[in-house]
């Protein structure tokens, strides 16, 4: 049975579901078993159908279960008010049944796409509880792979500074070989900025705790120009702001093809590593065009550029047999290369339009207006807060709250696909603003559940 309040026990007395014995502290369930109505759950729950495969409910997910059982588990093992949490959320059916049912809930999953299907689903949750007149609540997104970065190359305080370099220098040899393993690249010496090489292009990591700078790339073209190179790959966890595509514009002006692409949080799965599933995504650009109508501002998506390559239409071609056919991402375009049974080969761009490539995008009309605040272990003076070991059973007064120097990102307005709806919306709703300068951030997550954003300057109420 749950464990009760003393206050729960006394109100399901007062209303007669159980009783004390004389002396007892807890009801027992065979006291007053007799006297609920119904049946009591049996051990195998048959009583509960799959989704339906033309349900709204289902979402494609492989391992989603029907918000039946959850709403069943839920309701006997919480009440109203209480925090659940699934921290392997895939297509967020936990999450969505505890919203419905007035619980506040944690829900976290190391895939994107899971993440993003769950976004898209409690989008869903909060606009049919708004139509029915039931209460709702917010929800943030928070990515918290920087951390588990900052954790991974981090160092033990407790010893000697020069202990400290050694250790920091042996961990960041070890980041550089499990990008490198990761991504199937070999490594290289002799060079000032690369550490790999594959497919005849030479590969750059950046660093493990911060992004990609102008500069880092700008010392990547500096080598390129001396050594006569010209085909780069730059590895990041993330890029700074604005940074492309006028830096690939400026090396390719000089000669020099540069793919920036995305370190995924996969990396660190060391099953994923072992079976080649981490997939690097390479950057996407965003461009936005913002409107001011007095003290209003909307925002309109006016290009979204990608150039994805995960497989080649020739070598598609060239293995495929007949009767068969393969979906293959080339230089931005997704294309089904099909064989017939003479062995006639045909291809069909499935990506026609650059809005094809969008499955949600939002804006943040003041988006540094909610600093990312953290808890980290109170450090002596010098000691980095985010690099030490945790020492166990800390508590509260152990700990400080630090800004980490980003912003959360709040979505005040949305437009995505859905299964019934593949329309898309390219401009927001106008947003009522203080007047002033501001940034706006606008975030696109792509059908890969990849997130790029871009932030720019708008001024209100005045010149621009």
């Known amino acids: 049975m749950a464990t009760y309040s003393q206050e729960r026990l006394k109100k399901l007395e007062a209303e007669g579901k159980v009783k004390f014995s004389e002396g007892a502290k807890y009801p027992r369930f065979k006291q007053y078993r007799h006297e609920l109505k119904g049946k009591p759950i049996e051990n195998i729950w048959d009583d ?73 689903r409690m989008i869903g949750v909060q606009r049919a509880l ?44 070890a980041f550089l070989d499990l990008v490198l393993r990761a991504y199937r690249a070999e490594k290289t010496d002799g060079f000032g900025t690369f550490h790999g090489k594959k497919a005849g292009r030479l590969v750059a990591i950046g660093p493990v705790n911060m992004p990609v700078t102008r500069l880092f790339v700008e010392e990547v073209i500096l080598e390129c120009r001396k050594k006569h190179i010209t085909r780069v790959e730059i590895l990041g966890f993330e890029f700074e702001m604005g940074l492309f595509p006028n830096v690939l514009d400026d090396a390719r002006a000089k000669g020099i093809d540069i793919a920036p692409k995305y370190i995924p949080a996969d990396v660190f799965d060391k099953r994923a590593v072992e079976k080649n599933q981490v997939v690097f995504h390479d950057v996407s650009f965003i461009e936005v065009k913002p409107h001011v109508k007095g003290y209003s501002i909307a925002i309109e998506l006016t290009d979204f550029s990608v150039f994805y390559s995960q497989d080649s239409i020739a070598a ?21 290369v099909s064989k017939d049974k003479s062995g006639v080969v045909s291809r069909e761009t499935l990506t026609r339009h650059w809005a094809d490539w969008i499955d949600y995008w939002s804006v943040d009309f003041d988006f540094e207006s909610k600093r990312e605040i953290i808890r980290v272990r109170k450090m002596a003076e010098g000691q980095s807060a985010l690099a030490g070991l945790e020492p166990p059973q800390m508590t509260l007064e152990e700990y400080e709250e630090v800004w980490t120097g980003d912003y959360v990102f709040e979505n005040e307005w949305q ?32 059908i890969f559940g990849n997130d790029t954003m871009t932030i720019i300057e708008v001024s209100v109420g005045g010149k621009k």
């Open 130 to 173: 708004k139509q029915e007149n039931k209460p709702y609540r917010a929800f943030e997104i928070l990515n918290l792979g920087r951390y588990e970065r900052q954790h991974y190359i981090g160092v033990n305080p407790n010893l000697r500074e020069e202990e400290q370099r050694r250790q920091l220098e042996q961990k960041e040899a």
């Open 48 to 120: 509960i159908d799959m989704i339906n495969a033309m349900g709204t409910e289902r979402l494609g997910y492989s391992t989603q279960k029907p918000e039946a059982l959850l709403e069943r588990i839920i309701k006997a093992s919480s009440n109203e008010g209480d925090l659940i949490a699934d921290f392997f959320c895939g297509s967020g059916t936990t999450a969505a049944v505890a919203e419905k049912l007035g619980r506040k809930w944690i829900a976290s999953d190391l895939g994107k796409f899971g993440i993003h299907t769950t976004r898209k």
């Open 415 to 446: 437009s995505f696909r859905t299964r019934k709806d593949r329309t898309l919306e390219m401009t927001s709703v106008f947003q009522e603003v203080p007047p002033g300068r501001r940034k706006v951030a606008v975030k696109v997550v792509d």
């Open 316 to 336: 598609a071609e060239a293995s495929l047999k007949d009767k068969q056919s393969k979906i293959v991402v080339e230089k931005g375009q997704i294309v089904k």
